[in-house]
């Protein structure tokens, strides 16, 4: 009787040993694919981004022709950043000189009060400006699954269900812009 006893013991306790494995397996699964699908996320609002890029050269370059450094700048860092990436750390790379040389582009079109004026441009920059909200949106929405993902990976015990099944740290999607890493100025 006393055999019995300890066998059922024994045998619930690997059963629910095994229903804890498999529900942190499924978790981690959960986890990793909603991190994908939130860079996937982003890099739609990339390729929107990229997309309309050459419309707002395009816009400048018929008022300031004679900018083609800049032009030529833009031109390469956008083939970059929409190239392949290994992941969202060089995405971010490419990312950030693309932000770089957009930002020298519309220096350029700030000297040239007309092309300011244009319907076109102005719809351009209203477009590439929304595009830039969703994006950082998408980042946050994209870093908030990759530090639960991280968390759960490093956390004991789970992380020991992590390494059974080759489930690794996600790569945070950070902007290295200065100008939004800086804090507004605010005078009275």
């Known amino acids: 009787m006393n055999g019995t006893i300890a066998a059922v013991v024994v045998i619930a306790v690997v059963v629910l040993l095994l229903l804890w494995a498999v529900v942190l397996y499924n978790g981690f699964v959960r986890l990793r694919n909603l991190v994908q699908e939130s860079w996937r996320q982003i890099d739609v ?6 997309d309309l890029i050459p ?3 395009e816009t400048v370059k018929g008022y300031a022709a004679h900018e083609r450094g800049v032009f030529d700048e833009v031109t390469r860092a956008r083939a970059a950043a929409a190239g392949p990436a290994a992941g ?12 770089s040389a957009l930002g020298r ?3 350029v079109a ?9 319907e076109n441009f102005q719809q351009l920059q209203a477009e590439l400006a929304n595009t830039e909200d969703r994006i950082a949106a998408g980042r946050r929405f994209y870093n908030a699954n ?5 968390t759960k ?7 020991v269900i992590a390494r059974m099944f080759g489930f690794t740290r996600a790569e945070y999607f950070e902007v290295d812009d200065p100008q939004i890493r800086q804090a507004p100025a605010v005078g009275f």
Request: hydrophobic share 40%.
């Open 88 to 99: 969202p750390a060089e995405q971010a790379v490419q990312e950030n000189a693309l932000n």
């Open 55 to 57: 419309n707002l050269v």
């Open 146 to 150: 990759v530090r639960e993902l991280n």
């Open 45 to 50: 609002e990339l390729h929107r981004r990229h």
């Open 110 to 118: 700030e000297n040239y009060p007309v092309l300011r004026a244009s």
């Open 153 to 159: 990976v490093e956390s004991f015990p789970a992380n």
């Open 105 to 107: 582009l519309l220096a």
